[in-house]
């Protein structure tokens, strides 16, 4: 399967500033996904990344807030900006693992923000 | 209706018991299934997929999907106290089969 580093594991940060959330993984992929879970939900697609191509976001979701880069195809970036206390929640990327003997898709370790 | 249903729980089994876990989803076109498993404060882990009606088996767990009454169900035989975690269902709807659809995960609590 593959690997996922995320970082940072978590942060406090203050509202109106901005975090930027990174993920690596250890074999190249098409496509790449950004998830959030809030509070005691369940995993919400924020956007899909392709690397060479602007993001491509859900309903909900604007650039604006939530600006990614894919500048390879190995690694992400998630910025959540101008946070409010309403932006606490887990941010977690994913990827489609082809390598699984279940076909799936594989998530990193997450990114545990709090907005004060 | 929500896309992705779950019963939230918690589910609660003695240990060595079955413990079945269910899931309804609304797009009669969702071609894949998936059930995750993620232990609180951890990030969901992928038990298994099923794509066609029937039954798949990897170890002690079974996945069950009947597309005709839209669910999926995932039985664990032989619970242990290490199964308790929340088990989230996800589907990909159709014409977009790379997006998924999370249930909000029923909370299993095996008892010793």
């Known amino acids: 399967s593959a690997v996922i580093s995320q970082k940072p594991s978590r942060d406090i940060c203050q509202r109106g500033t901005s975090l930027t959330i990174q993920c690596q993984v250890d074999?190249?992929?098409?496509?790449m996904f950004w998830y959030r879970q809030q509070p005691g939900q369940s995993l919400t697609l924020i956007a899909t990344a392709n690397q060479g191509s602007e993001a491509t976001y859900e309903s909900g979701f604007v650039i604006d807030k939530f600006p990614i880069s894919r500048p390879n195809l190995t690694f992400s970036t998630l910025t959540v900006s101008n946070m409010s206390p309403e932006d606490s929640s887990i941010y977690l990327c994913?990827?489609?693992?082809?390598?699984?003997?279940?076909?799936?898709?594989?998530f990193g370790s997450g990114t545990r923000l709090t907005v004060v | 209706q929500k896309e992705v249903e779950q019963n939230s729980g918690p589910l609660s089994v003695p240990e060595g018991a079955i413990a079945s876990l269910n899931c309804t989803y609304s797009d009669r076109g969702s071609q894949s299934f998936f059930w995750y498993r993620q232990y609180s404060g951890k990030s969901p882990e992928l038990i298994m997929s099923?794509?066609?009606?029937g039954d798949k088996e990897d170890g002690r767990f079974t996945a069950q999907l009947n597309k005709a009454s839209q669910y999926v169900s995932l039985l664990i035989r032989d619970s242990q106290p290490s199964d308790s975690a929340t088990y989230l269902c996800?589907?990909?709807?159709?014409?977009?089969?790379?997006?998924?659809?999370f249930g909000t995960g029923t909370l299993l609590a095996v008892q010793p």
């Open positions: 996800a589907v990909t709807p159709k014409g977009a089969t790379n997006k998924l659809i």
């Open positions: 099923i794509y066609s009606n």
């Open positions: 074999s190249q992929v098409t496509m």
């Open positions: 994913s990827v489609e693992d082809l390598g699984t003997e279940s076909y799936g898709y594989t």
